[in-house]
């Protein structure tokens, strides 16, 4: 059981909540002391078909009984399954299997250096990335996290990177005016506040940077797997991006991230220029080629629309009625409300009400359900969340 004054032996880098999960079941976690709580955190983004899922529990108990691991120096049929749905998905020709989606972002990285390089044009030394942005925290996804918070105190940076305002016209001088490598961005920024990009302001600059040889890296992490109420987000902006990662939701909790890209690209990873030792394993595959077929099933996809369409209307009325929230927004199952405040007491008055959200930043709640969460249980995330907004009126009239 959770207890704040125990010595612990693991090195302090996370602010944790007060709370040891002991189990889990759809979109519901129980703790070491029996209390139940909603988890619309969905392990940021990870549980995207909430916990332990039937599909994912049963490919994982059927591969448990044969094999575990045997390294990429073996062919192994699961990968070529999730390969070609992830491919054929995304329209594009390819794909890599990392652990992660920091790994899967420096795959990437890696690939469009690699690719200029096979073309001798060793003068593209740079990627542009955005403000605000979050692409991982290894040393190089790390230096194109363009957030000083995330820099502060690993100077020097890995070189290599530019950085121009998310949203804003002024990023597309740097694509006439510097040799880039590539452009890389999310779509919508989830650490970085749950901002979208604007859909003029995105094909504009993915129009000009393919039209002048720049591929275009979209980070779809976080907004991959369904979480936006299609398979990826590129899809809702009309875009054809160069290639995409993904990572989180794609293995129900088993770490797992893929780069996929178009074979203009692909093709400079040849035989021994990148690997990983536990990618794409067998064990691994099976529950992200469970998760994978069920999150683009129609089924969960139509089942995001409608219950993002709920839970927005209702947040939309309770701006118009709590001064407290700045704005609402997001896509799909992504979702974030700003307030005029820190958002630290209110999501701890969730907690009280048996609600588990997020923080994006300082003023910013982040709710992450899981896809096939229902309306029963978005309107009971709705009920303690203006529950909570009240209390924090309350507490400040007192205050």
């Known amino acids: 059981m959770f207890d704040s004054n125990s010595v612990s032996y693991v090195m302090n880098t996370y602010s944790r909540f007060p709370l040891e999960l002991a189990s889990g079941e759809g979109s519901w976690v129980v703790a070491s002391d029996g209390a139940s709580y ?8 990870v549980c995207n078909l909430g916990h332990r899922p039937q599909a994912v529990a049963e490919a994982l108990e059927s ?15 699961k990968q070529e399954e999730l390969a070609e749905l992830l491919a054929k998905t995304a329209g594009m020709d390819r794909v890599f299997f990392a652990n992660s989606g920091a790994e899967a972002n420096e795959a990437a990285l890696k690939l469009v250096k690699k690719y200029w390089n096979d073309l001798a044009e060793y003068n593209r030394t740079s990627v542009l990335t955005f403000e605000d942005s979050f692409h991982g925290r290894t040393g ?13 105190g690993f100077e020097p940076l890995t070189p290599g990177f530019v950085y121009q305002p998310f949203n804003s016209v002024e990023s597309f001088d740097i694509l006439n005016n510097a040799p880039l490598q590539a452009v890389m961005l ?38 991959g797997m369904g979480r936006t109420g299609t398979p990826f987000l590129f899809e809702q902006y009309g875009i054809k991006p160069d290639i995409v990662t ?12 893929a780069m996929i890209a178009k074979d203009t690209f692909a093709a400079s990873f040849a035989q021994g220029s990148h690997g990983s030792t536990f990618g794409g394993n067998p064990l691994v595959m099976s529950a992200a080629l469970a998760s994978a077929e069920t999150l683009f099933s129609t089924d ?16 939309n009325e309770f701006q118009h009625t709590h001064s407290v929230i700045e704005d ?29 959200a997020l923080p994006a ?35 400040e009239d007192v205050q």
Do not use: C
């Open 361 to 395: 930043g300082e003023k910013v709640v982040r709710v992450l359900p899981p896809l096939n969460t229902d309306l029963e249980e978005a309107d009971f995330f709705l009920e303690k969340f203006v529950q909570s907004l009240q209390n924090l009126h309350e507490t």
């Open 186 to 223: 999310e779509l919508i920024q989830g650490e970085g506040g749950v901002r979208p990009a604007d859909s003029g302001w995105v094909k504009n600059l993915v129009t000009k940077a393919q039209s002048l040889g720049i591929p275009v890296i979209v980070d779809e992490v976080q907004t």
């Open 38 to 45: 909603l988890d619309y955190t969905s392990g940021i983004s």
């Open 246 to 257: 993904v990572a989180k939701g794609l293995g129900s909790g088993l770490p797992v991230g």
């Open 63 to 77: 591969q448990l009984a044969k094999i575990w691991h045997t390294s990429n120096l073996f062919h192994i049929p």
């Open 300 to 315: 969960i996809l139509t089942n995001v629309q409608k219950v993002s369409e709920k839970i927005f209307a209702k947040l």
């Open 328 to 356: 609402v927004r997001g896509a799909g199952l992504m979702i974030g409300i700003e307030l005029t405040q820190p958002v630290k007491p209110l999501l701890a008055d969730l907690r009280e009400r048996n609600v588990l």
């Open 140 to 152: 190089t996804t790390m230096a194109a996290t363009a957030q000083p918070k995330i820099h502060n």
